[in-house]
């Protein structure tokens, strides 16, 4: 079965402190790793898509790394703003697969 | 682009009762929808997955009964809870996914069912 873990849990920023969030995965196949953020009371909203090692992309503050067997979502000078729970999934057959999540707090 | 709405956003009923709560692709066409249930600091556990014309096809320790989930188009898609208990309050949330066929699925914003 495929199994996505992701850390650390909890992560404390300082404002302006860069950082990485990890995803890894074990599944046969890679169809598409996804990263999505969620703000307590609301649904996630989508970030990346990344399908291939070796693939990056960018927005704003965020950049999302794939090798073969994780992905990174490395954040570049935070702002409490980016403060949220980060989640990482993966497709398993007709669905994703989700990580629990780690939950970043940045403060001023 | 990619816009799922949820309606309503917050319902409270009471014991007993069946709640309808619908998911919506605004600008794109779904032939996937997807719901999720999510408890307080969890992840989210995916309830169903449902194809525009089909029977839904539920994950295992769903009931199907009690979560009746309909798919009459390509941009709608609803879930009831019948005869919902106290047990049932959760943050149940729907996706979509594009009909173009991309594996990217778009979230709606939640509905929060409170059951007393």
């Known amino acids: 079965e495929d199994q996505v873990t992701q850390s650390p849990e909890a992560l404390r920023l300082q404002e302006g402190e860069s950082s990485s969030l990890n995803c890894s995965y074990t599944?046969?196949?890679?169809?598409?790793l996804f990263w999505y953020r969620q703000d307590p009371g609301k649904g996630p909203e989508f970030l990346f898509t990344l399908y291939s090692a070796g693939e990056e992309k960018e927005k704003e503050r965020l950049k999302a790394t794939l090798t073969k067997k994780e992905s990174f979502l490395h954040i570049t000078a935070p702002k409490p703003e980016d403060s949220a729970t980060y989640l990482c999934?993966?497709?398993?057959?007709?669905?994703?697969?989700f990580g629990a999540g780690t939950i970043l707090r940045v403060k001023s | 682009g990619a816009v799922v709405s949820q309606h309503p956003s917050w319902v409270i009923c009471k014991s007993g009762t069946s709640v309808k709560i619908e998911c919506r692709s605004l600008d794109f066409q779904a032939t996937t929808m997807f719901w999720y249930r999510q408890f307080p600091k969890q992840s989210l556990m995916l309830m169903a997955t449902?194809?525009?014309?089909?029977?839904?096809?539920?994950e295992q320790g769903v009931e199907k009964d009690k979560f009746l989930i309909n798919h009459a188009s390509l941009t709608l898609s609803t879930l009831t809870v019948t005869s919902a208990h106290p047990e049932d309050s959760s943050f149940y949330i729907c996706?979509?996914?594009?009909?173009?066929?991309?594996?990217?699925?778009?979230f709606g914003p939640g509905t929060r069912l409170l059951v007393l």
């Open positions: 449902s194809n525009e014309g089909s029977k839904a096809t539920y």
């Open positions: 599944v046969s196949g890679l169809r598409g």
């Open positions: 999934a993966v497709v398993d057959g007709n669905k994703l697969v």
């Open positions: 996706s979509a996914r594009d009909l173009r066929g991309y594996e990217t699925q778009y």
